[in-house]
């Protein structure tokens, strides 16, 4: 057992807490939007209309590609973190889909009146929830109460056993990569940080 005095300060990379069957979903607090200039507005508008078209084409992911686009130009848009939230859930990537539906609610897209988007967050979460297995939840929950114990390699263990139910779950990989950066497993903490953001790209490759 290896117990380090403290628990993770602000100073270091906080770990991913919320997981399906933790309780409702709460959206993470997202920073300020940059504004866009009257051009990277413009632009986003076009792409927009870009996508438009793509969809009616039945192209979800050139209208994922597109939308996103638009977004690197106009992060300030709740139209395009709606419409992009829409594709995902389209394509089935649930967890991306909630996200963009809550940058959405963080801009304000709940004022233009598009419909309940608090309750398609909530179905696409129980979605989640159903397609994760439960002793892949409870060994995450393992890991993070004995992280918050310093119980660190106890925790590593653990969210390492939420990998082996659940290898497409990007998050119990970047945990272990916190807490192995946490006990000075640099080497193993950047090859987890790695696989982390390889998983999140596709997720299909880790199973």
Known sequence: MMVLSGPLTGQQLGLKRDYPGSGPYECPISSSAQLPTSDEQSRARQLGT???????????????DLLSQAIELDPSSPDLAFRLANVLEDLDESE??????????????????????????ALLWAQVLDDLPSEARDAFATGLRDADLTLYLEAIEAFTRALEFAPGWADPIYNRGVLNELVGNQRQALADFRAYLIVVANPEAAD
């Open 50 to 64: 870009d996508a438009n078209l793509a969809l009616t084409l039945g192209d979800y992911e050139r209208v994922q």
């Open 96 to 121: 991306e889909a909630i996200l963009s539906y809550c940058r959405a609610i963080d801009l304000g897209v709940e004022d233009l009146g598009v419909g309940d988007v608090r309750v398609s967050i």
